[in-house]
Every structure is written in C-alpha cells, then in structure tokens.
C-alpha cells in the first residue's frame, strides 16, 4: 500500500515543480499540500474507504484548485501591469493537473458507491463547470447505465445536448430514450415539452434575426428569448401565416401534439400531468398551440367530468390568484368572480359530493379572506356579499345530504367569524341533535366552545338553568373528545365556572374522569383547577385538589414538579410547617412512578442539601445510586 502511496506522489513531482516555479505557492504551503496529499492517498488504499474519504479528497483538491485559480488570476494582472502586454501564457501541466485529479477521484468514487445518486450528480456537475465534454459524455453513459429508471438523468443528458453541444436531434432521441425507460414519468413529459417549445422559440427568433417576413416588434421578442435552457420559457406572442406555412414550424407543432398524445397514452389518469402541459403551453403564448390548448381542454372535460380537483382548478383559472383581483377595477374583479361561481354551480350540480361543496366553500373563503375585494359588495350586486354566499354553499350542502363533518364544523365556524353567534350556536346544538354528527368529537367541542362563548358574551344569562346547561355539554364533549384534545375549552370553562362553588366542584369531577381516562395527559388542565383552588380558597383546598389528581393512574411528572414547586415556595417563606413533608412525600410518590428520572432523583437530592440533614440527603443519594446504578456527582 506504501508503495502505491508513493509512486502517486512521485507523480506529482512536475505539477509541485511547476507551482513553485510559477510562484503560487510557497516551498511550505507545497510541504503542506503533499503531507495532506498523503494522508488522503493512504485513506483510498485502505481495505474498505468510505464515501466520505473521497469526498474529503475532493473538497480538499477543489479548495485548492479555487485558490490557485485565484492566485494566477492576481498574479496575471501584476504582470500585465508592469509589462502593459495583453500576450497570454502558455498553459503548463499546473493548469490542468488539478482538474484531473478531481475528475479521476469522481470517477473512482462513483465506481465504488454505484448506488449513490447524488455523487453522480455532484460529478457531472463538476464536468459541466470545468467544460470537459468527453468526460461529461463518459459519465452520463455510465449513470444512466447504473440507473436507466432515474428520469433526473435521462432530463440532465438531454439538457447537455440541448445547451451545450446544440444538437437537439440527440436531445430528443434521449428524451425519447428516457420514456421508454420511465414512461409514467411526469417530468420527463414535462421537460420534453419545454424542449420542444425552445427549439421553436429559437427557431422563429433565428427568422427573426435572418429578417424573414415576421411581425414587427423583433427587438423585444429577442430579449425575451435570449436564454438557451430549455427548463424555463417566456415568449411575446406572435402569430403570422408565415410561420404556420414554414415546414419546420409544422414539423414542432405536430412534435408537440405528439408529446401529448404520449403522454395521455402513458398516464391516461393523471390530471395534474395534463394539467401542466396546458399551463406550459399558454406561459409559452405561441399563438400557433391555440388548437392544442382547447384540444388539451376538451380532453379534460371528456376525461375529468367526474373529478372534484378537475372543476376546482377550471373555476380557479376563471380569476388566477385571489391576490392579484385587488389590481384590477371593481367590475372587473366581479366579472371574474361571477365566472369562476358559475363554474362552481356547475359542478355542484353534476358532482354534488362533500368534497365538491367543501372546493365551493374554499373558494368563497378565500376571497371573503382577501383584504382588498371588500369593496365589491357596494357595487349593489347581491351574488358577491362573500359572506351570505358562503353560507349558502353550507346551507346547499346541507340540503342535498352533502354536508360531511369538516363541513359542517366549517360551516358552525363561518357564523362565528361572520359574527353570528346565535346562529352558529343555533346550528351547533341542530348538527349535534342529529343522527349524522351526534358521535362527532369535534363538533361537539365546537359546540360547547360557541355555547361558552354565547355565555362569556352574554353574561346576564349566567343562571342556575345556563350553567346546568354548559355542564352537561361540557360532559358530552368529555365522553367523546381526549383531554389533549379541547384544552382551550376546559380553561374557558373553568374561567365561568370559577365563581360557582358547587358547579365549580361538578367540573373539577367531570376533569378527574376525563384525565383519567386519557392515561397522562391534561396536565395543563390539572395545574389551571390546582393554581384556581391556591388563589380562591388557599393552600388547604389546592392540596385536596393535587391529591386527587396525583392519586390517577400514571400521573405526569410535570404535574408533581408543579405541586413540589407549591409546597416548597411555601416551605422557603415558613408560612406552613407542614410544607416540607408534603414536599418529599410528592418526591416519593414521584419516584416512585419514574424510577429511572435522572434529573428527578437530582433534584430530589438538591432539596435535601438544601432544607434537610445530611442523614435524609445522603439516604437520597445512596438510593438513587442504587436505582439508577450511576453517581448522582456525574450527571
């Protein structure tokens, strides 16, 4: 292995030479650059080098091919300031060296990890900056030997020979390549068709240029295809009978409707696909696809008539972005909106499903939520109060047996953010009452949310009937939801029935069942009854409170740290002798549940160095060593 190791080095010998010689490093840097060299060298020769050794190897060599780079560069425009020559220096072996150092390593390394797509990436990356064709050729035909099912590599091949060496029929024989290989490939679909639409973007702007009969506005249509990627396309549009007649314009057009028809063939039942490809084609605005655009519309609605997302995206195209209605005049804005409704009540007529209305009520969410189109309404028009047309998608919904349970607590919520209360409490009791939703945990959450806040609002209503009321609903909502689940309705309940002694007791009991029953969790409900006990009626009642929750099946331990934190602040003021038992035994009983807490039996310690004897702290010390079989000294 030596041996090898060295006779690499010794290869190196003229490149160093040379780099001393030229001035870019100095006799130490060299020194170092070959010691680093080695330990690199005897990495690769080991039995088994890992991804990383090459890696390192490479990032190292293209650091300091950078730097060199950099020093030739200042070194060159020393000389050319003192000599005022414009004469080039004939390259030495220096110059390329470097690079084939690298390439050679990319190429040992992605013989080794075969399986490793991203260092193939990272290798023809590496070929495209440094411009070695041959090499770049060489990798690509071994990375899509490896991995033919890859479509990223059929896309970055047929980019190669599209961009760089301008020879489009062998980008398109790799594109068609790549299908076969991956035929339900959307992106190879894609990007075929963006190539094709390049090569005709560069085919009128090269009439353009030779001043064939084309439109006049030439110099900005130039500008606006200055670019050769074929991953992005923006064209002015520019429709003339010349290009139509020229038989290489016919040629790509009928290219692209065969793309098309191939892709329809190989992934007959994606929309989204088909959906791409007519967004492609309009971004691109050649006049001459105006037949392939509607075709490719007519072929959607014959194929997706029966699908939800298909009338959802074919309303949304009647208005584009909700934000961009704010640029434009009210009546304009309207007109749009009508249009996009229009399509909606089509589709809720021949596809009345849940997820159809829920498509419905999204969209006049949306533009009820935009900021800007509030001043449609005074345009006198009674369709676009946004609000009343949401409610009736509900209200639709509803009476066509659509109304699913996302739905139906949207729609409780819409009232509420309207600022119809009563309505949405109104409708909340209605859908619980009912046969569909009775066992609908979340519904039944949001109804007794609206109901405490119909109280919170109304507080003359705070009767002895009223609280009997939200604490039966209060109850139903426990039995069906987690704890975990309608936190924020437990601390609003408890906030109302805080100043009720006996409704108050009622609650915390309907708490204890639901926190037992949910095994652990409600702990922030168990701290809020706990501190609301301190605060009303003092230390004595929030103990009875802290027992009956620590005496659940598997307290949590955050909720022994809150009532340890209780009694030792009141053991550290002295208010209350009986604080400091009360302290170890909820320590005991904590470790008793979590043994093997590190940080418990810590603390646990801390406090009796603190307020106990070194007897007590000491017995605590040893018993935590004994249990977690570790020296408290070491955590």
């Known amino acids: 292995m030596g041996d090898v190791v060295q006779v690499r080095l010794e290869r190196m010998t003229e490149e160093v030479e040379d780099l001393e010689r030229r001035g870019l490093f100095s006799r130490a840097e060299l020194d170092s650059i070959v010691r680093r060299r080695r330990d690199f060298e005897f990495r690769l020769k080991r039995p088994s080098p890992l991804k990383s050794d090459f890696l390192a190897y490479v990032d190292y060599e293209r650091s300091l091919e950078a730097l060199r780079l950099l020093r030739k560069r200042t070194n060159n425009t020393k000389r050319k300031t003192k000599t005022k020559s414009k004469s080039k220096r004939i390259k030495s072996i220096s110059d390329w060296a470097g690079v084939s150092r690298i390439l050679t390593l990319y190429k040992s390394a992605s013989s080794r990890f075969k399986g490793d797509l991203s260092l193939w990436f990272s290798y023809l990356e590496f070929c495209r900056q440094v411009n070695h064709a041959a090499r770049m050729k060489k990798a690509l035909a071994d990375a899509i030997r490896f991995h033919p099912k890859v479509p990223g590599l059929w896309i970055y091949a047929a980019a190669w020979e599209f961009d760089h060496n301008l020879n489009v029929d062998a980008a398109r024989a790799l594109m068609q390549s790549g299908l076969r290989s991956c035929p339900q490939s959307h992106d190879l679909w894609i990007e075929f068709l963006r190539m094709e639409l390049t090569f005709l973007a560069k085919l009128r702007a090269r009439k353009l240029t030779l001043g064939h009969n084309m439109p006049t506005g030439t110099d900005k249509w130039k500008e606006e295809n200055a670019g050769d990627s074929f991953m992005a396309l923006s064209t002015e549009a520019e429709t003339t009978s010349t290009s139509s007649e020229d038989p290489f314009w016919k040629k790509g057009l009928l290219m692209l409707r065969i793309i098309y028809r191939g892709a329809v063939d190989a992934v007959p039942d994606s929309f989204h696909l088909r959906k791409r490809f007519l967004e492609i084609l309009s971004a691109a605005n050649l006049g001459d696809t105006d037949q392939l655009n509607d075709e490719i519309m007519a072929d959607l609605r014959r194929d997706f008539s029966k699908d939800e997302a298909f009338w959802d995206w074919l309303a949304r195209l009647q208005i584009g972005d909700v934000k961009d209605l704010k640029a434009l005049t009210s009546d304009e804005a309207a007109s749009k909106i009508k249009k996009a409704a229009e399509v909606y009540k089509e589709a809720v007529k021949k596809m009345p499903t849940g997820r159809m209305f829920s498509f419905y009520a999204k969209f006049w969410t949306d533009v009820l939520c935009e900021p800007g189109l509030n001043v449609l309404p005074e345009s006198g028009c009674d369709e676009f109060n946004f609000a009343s047309s949401l409610v009736k998608v509900y209200q639709q919904a509803e009476s066509s047996g659509c109304l699913t349970e996302r739905l139906a607590c949207d729609y409780v919520r819409c009232h509420v953010e309207i600022g119809n209360l009563k ?213």
């Open 423 to 635: 309505e949405a409490r109104e409708l909340a009791e209605r859908l619980c009452s009912g046969s569909h939703f009775s066992g609908s945990g979340e519904l039944w959450v949001l109804r007794a949310s609206v109901e405490l806040k119909w109280v919170t609002c109304e507080s003359s209503l705070l009767g002895k009937e009223t609280l009997e009321s939200l604490l039966c609903i209060v109850k139903r909502t426990a039995e069906k939801v987690p704890v975990s689940e309608a936190e924020d309705l437990w601390l609003l309940a408890l906030k109302i029935f805080l100043n009720d002694k006996g409704y108050f007791e009622k609650l915390v009991k309907i708490a204890v069942f639901a926190i037992a029953k949910s095994s652990g969790s409600g702990t922030a409900i168990a701290r809020a009854i706990i501190s609301s006990a301190l605060q009303k009626d003092g230390i004595r009642h929030a103990r009875d409170m802290y027992k009956r929750f620590v005496s659940l099946p598997r307290p949590s331990l955050e909720l022994f740290k809150f009532c340890i934190e209780i009694e030792f602040n009141l053991a550290s003021f002295g208010n209350d002798c009986s604080a400091l038992a009360n302290v170890r035994k909820l320590y005991e009983s904590a470790v008793g549940f979590y043994p093997q807490d590190k940080e418990l039996w810590r603390e646990y310690y801390i406090m009796e160095t603190k307020v106990g004897t070194s007897e007590t702290a000491n017995a605590v010390y040893w018993r935590a060593r004994k249990t977690l079989k570790a020296d408290l000294n070491s955590m």
